[in-house]
């Protein structure tokens, strides 16, 4: 609208325009490829050992009176203070930047994974094993089908703090990725480029949440 400098706001128009411009760049693919494997890789190890870790704390009492102050206070203190240490460890590279962002990602996937067991009502269990039920079966035909919705809201939740210090790592000590190119195109002042950034992981940020909001709706049936 011309409220703004263009230099410093550049129009939608451009911004679009750059960001096709840019998707046929062979430097921006791979950026892309990058981060897409650091993204998924830092999930892969996050979701399980978090899941496990959050099951455990809600099914043992003796384990959740130990640890759950525990991860209550490390999860309440902000990740990004723990990223020198992670580069002093892995150096700037791959593997630091998923390691970061599997500790970031697996204390909400723990706090989620423990709040999805105790939504399982009581007396769901009590019928199921009042009629012979296995611990296989409570397991696939109760915990499973009650937990599903909560584990899915935490597998939305986490992809996004997963995502996020995947973002992280790479603008603050990266040699590639597509965070680290975002934040070279902020600091030579390149705001066409740095807004088409902006819009691209917005977009995938976007379309990968409400993926995950649709299977939310479809299982919500199953918490009855």
């Not at 109760?142 to 809201?153: K, N, Q």
């Amino acid at each position: 609208m011309g409220l703004v400098n263009a230099a410093l706001l550049p129009p939608l128009s451009d911004v679009l325009a750059m960001l096709l411009s840019m998707l046929r760049r062979s430097q921006v693919q791979e950026a892309i490829a990058v981060t897409a494997g650091e993204v998924a890789l830092a999930f892969v190890i996050a979701m399980p050992i978090g899941a496990g870790i959050g099951v455990l704390a809600a099914e043992s009492d003796y384990f959740g009176q130990i640890f759950r102050p525990m991860l209550f206070y490390v999860f309440s203190i902000p990740k990004s203070i723990f990223l020198p240490m992670f580069i002093l460890v892995f150096g700037i590279g791959f593997e630091q930047k998923v390691a970061y962002a599997a500790f970031s990602t697996v204390f909400i996937v723990i706090m989620s994974a423990a709040a999805a067991v105790e939504s399982v009502k009581a007396d769901h269990v009590l019928v199921a094993r009042s009629y012979g039920a296995t611990r296989t079966q409570v397991l696939t035909r109760v915990y499973v089908p009650s937990m599903l919705p909560f584990l899915l809201e935490a597998l939305r939740i986490s992809m996004i703090f997963n995502f996020t210090g995947v973002m992280i790592a790479e603008m603050y000590a990266s040699r590639s990725g597509i965070g680290q190119l975002i934040a070279s195109w902020g600091e030579n002042f390149q705001m066409p480029q740095l807004f088409a950034g902006v819009v691209l992981l917005a977009a995938a940020a976007i379309g990968f949440n409400e993926t995950v909001r649709w299977l939310e709706a479809r299982c919500s049936a199953w918490r009855t």
